[in-house]
């Protein structure tokens, strides 16, 4: 058998490994007392051992936002980067998501809140929440993580009425052993803990037993003379606590219903019928800890469209944040540590923040805004991740098509600006990051001034990733269904513009400023493609690397005010301000910023040199734009230009040479030439009106 073989035993094993070690060990109250004190942490409350989380998983700190990304988040480590999230505006969500979180750890009240994130639909608040779930479930299978609760046992051997079925009994509300200790002792036992403690929080815990356990603990005291050491050696088991969803342990997630049949027991808990005959309605034996916040005790509550309940139904929450704890119907209040966190839609959230009566629950909530992503190449990650975790057919997507998707819906998230600063276009490149030094954009007042404008923050309005992805994947089945196997921009635009007015969450007023953002994305698209085209004409790697060379010789030579040697007679010239201006001016560089660009090319070409990187202008954007731009302009006159619009087969070896340089730029053979036909007629429309 090879060692690659799959077996029930290899299984099995791979099962057992995957499992904490203790998960079925059952312990003492003396041997927890002793694990206390040389780790603390596994006392934590639900906020300090959420916190912890995401730092154990790894960060990375954005000194220019002065953001903390999360690698739970960036990198998705265990499902190796399946579920990231991407986006300067999602993880400064992310970062003030945690923020409250180790606020909360540290007592300084988010710990009494409701975290609601709010966000437009499709802005990944739900992905984010459910992979905190993920997390948190494994962190705490881990040792590091690790947590414990308890259950009495040997119950009948001291309780006559008790029922033989609950001979054991777990902690209903998983409990941390440590509530076992009277107050003052407990006091006592948690300072020795703080004073070994190496974390930036206190330990702490004032709560009561839950009623079912304070019932056996006073039966059992009463029976063994108050000797709380015989009640914890003969009737305590401590075990360990993992968190699942799926068991509704430590992790619960609530659905609102419809509101005709909202019932608060399911959130606090109700009567277990089937014990009412065997202890009686008001024995705390006869509560069922079924409730949402029950089940979600020492971990996450995660409520879902949260607002969409009843005003009513929302009160139960006053209790469980501010205070802590839950008032079943006719059973007194029960402690609770959770993190409490909710998520909302705009619609919702707006008709629950009008609401005067809602005041109170307003109050005891720390909103965390969860917009759409802003740069339209994060968007573009969003659906490469989407095909990515898809069975993709056999079928290739085309250079520009996902970015030009991502760029129409960040256009329509992003506010207008001021028609005399810059365009609409403009500012989603800067918020892209493709303004460079030389570009009086200050980004940083964009940002305020649309967040001015919006109602609640840029970016909470807009088409979201949800239309888009299933508009390219209703493109790419279109085009397998016609045998293109190949997905590109042209294709896309034809869906989005198709389907807009077949989108229930676009309303219609939007449709004309919709159609009117697809209209400038075909025109920055059409500018890419020319790009493209001209780049596959004329493109000489060794020819811009030879016209670099020279520029910044002249560059050098004139910040110097110095002289370069003429490259054919080999004298001693000044610098040739002609050639310079003209590799310039393909950046619709002006006069007066042309000091500024080559300080910038002379600072990087310096940098460089210090870290023993050899000049390449392939290397800097700008410099090689223009370069290339330059080079178009000195070898267009040998280009047949007769050629690109031809209508006669493409076997001409000119053409397929155009066409192989396409595919080296990534596209297909058939894309290569579709772009060569789209944006080919434009340069040769263009070139021959010249």
Request: hydrophobic content about 30%; aromatic content about 8%.
């Amino acid at each position: 058998m090879s060692n690659n073989e799959t077996t029930l035993e290899s299984l099995s094993q791979e099962y057992r490994d995957t499992i904490p070690s203790d998960l079925r060990r059952t312990r003492s109250f003396d041997w927890y007392l002793e694990e206390l004190q040389e780790y603390p942490k596994i006392a934590r409350s639900a906020h300090q051992r959420v916190a912890d989380m995401f730092d154990f998983y790894g960060t990375e700190y954005d000194e220019e936002d002065g953001v903390v990304e999360y690698k739970l988040a960036s990198e998705d480590p265990l499902e190796d980067g399946e579920n990231t999230f991407y986006g300067r505006v999602v993880h400064e969500a992310i970062h003030g998501f945690v923020n409250k979180v180790k606020s909360g750890a540290r007592g300084l009240g988010p710990e009494r809140r409701i975290l609601l994130m709010l966000g437009p639909v499709g802005s990944g608040k739900s992905d984010f929440d459910s992979q905190v779930r993920t997390y948190f479930e494994d962190y705490t299978s881990r040792d590091e993580g690790r947590m414990y609760t308890f259950r009495w046992t040997n119950l009948c051997d001291v309780i006559p009425d008790q029922d033989p079925a609950d001979d054991v009994v777990r902690s209903p509300m998983n409990q941390d052993p440590i509530v076992l200790l009277p107050e003052k002792q407990r006091r006592s036992v948690i300072e020795k803990m703080n004073e070994t403690l190496d974390a930036p929080y206190t330990i702490r815990n004032e709560q009561a037993l839950d009623p079912a356990s304070e019932f056996y603990m006073d039966k059992l005291l009463a029976h063994y003379d108050d000797d709380l050491e015989a009640v914890l050696d003969n009737h305590v088991e401590i075990v360990r606590l993992v968190a699942d969803e799926n068991k509704r342990q430590s992790i619960e997630t609530f659905e609102p219903k419809d509101k005709k049949n909202q019932d608060e027991t399911e959130l606090t808990g109700d009567v277990n019928y089937s014990k009412i005959a065997i202890y009686g309605e008001s024995d705390p034996r006869a509560f069922d800890y079924a409730g949402a916040f029950c089940n979600a005790n020492r971990g996450i509550f995660s409520g879902e469209e949260l607002l969409k309940l009843q005003r009513e139904f929302l009160y139960d929450f006053l209790h469980a944040t501010q205070e802590q704890t839950i008032k079943p119907k006719s059973n007194p209040r029960i402690d609770i540590d959770q993190v409490i966190v909710g998520r909302t839609n705009m619609p919702e959230y707006r008709d629950k923040k009008g609401d005067e009566k809602m005041e109170a629950f307003n109050d005891r909530t720390k909103r965390i805004d969860f917009p759409y992503v802003l740069s339209y190449e994060n968007e573009a990650d969003i659906y490469r991740k989407m095909l990515r975790n898809a069975d993709l057919p056999d079928i290739q997507v085309e250079p520009h098509t996902l970015e030009m998707a991502g760029l129409f819906g960040v256009l329509t998230r992003i506010e207008e600006p001021d028609a005399s600063s810059i365009s609409l276009v403009q500012k989603a490149k800067a918020y892209n990051g493709e303004i460079d030094e030389t570009e009086d954009i200050d980004i940083k007042k964009l940002r305020e001034e649309a967040n001015e404008k919006a109602e609640i923050g840029e970016g909470m309005t807009g088409v979201s990733p949800r239309f888009i992805g299933d508009e390219i994947a209703e493109a790419i089945m279109d085009s397998m269904h016609r045998s293109r196997m190949f997905l590109s921009p042209l294709i896309t635009f034809n869906h989005l513009e198709g389907n807009l007015e077949n989108h229930g969450s676009i309303s219609e007023e939007l449709f004309e400023t919709y159609y009117r953002y697809l209209e400038l994305v075909r025109e920055e698209y059409k500018e890419r493609a020319i790009e493209d085209v001209r780049h596959a004409l004329a493109y000489d790697v060794d020819e811009i690397q030879r016209q670099g060379e020279k520029y910044m010789d002249h560059v050098m030579a004139y910040i110097d005010d110095d002289t370069v040697e003429d490259d054919i007679t080999g004298r001693e010239q000044e610098p040739d301000e002609t050639f310079l201006r003209s590799v310039e001016e393909k950046l619709d560089l002006p006069e007066d910023r042309k000091d500024d660009f080559r300080q910038e090319v002379a600072n990087w070409v310096s940098r460089r040199a210090r870290e023993g990187e050899t000049f390449d202008p392939q290397d800097n954007d700008r410099l090689r734009r223009a370069l290339e731009r330059k080079l178009w302009e000195d070898k267009k006159h040998n280009i047949n230009f007769s050629a690109l619009v031809s209508s006669g087969e493409m076997d001409d070896d000119e053409r397929n040479q155009w066409i192989d340089a396409l595919m080296e730029q990534g596209y297909s053979q058939e894309g290569a030439k579709e772009v060569l036909e789209f944006a080919g007629a434009e340069v040769a429309k263009s070139e021959m009106e010249d």
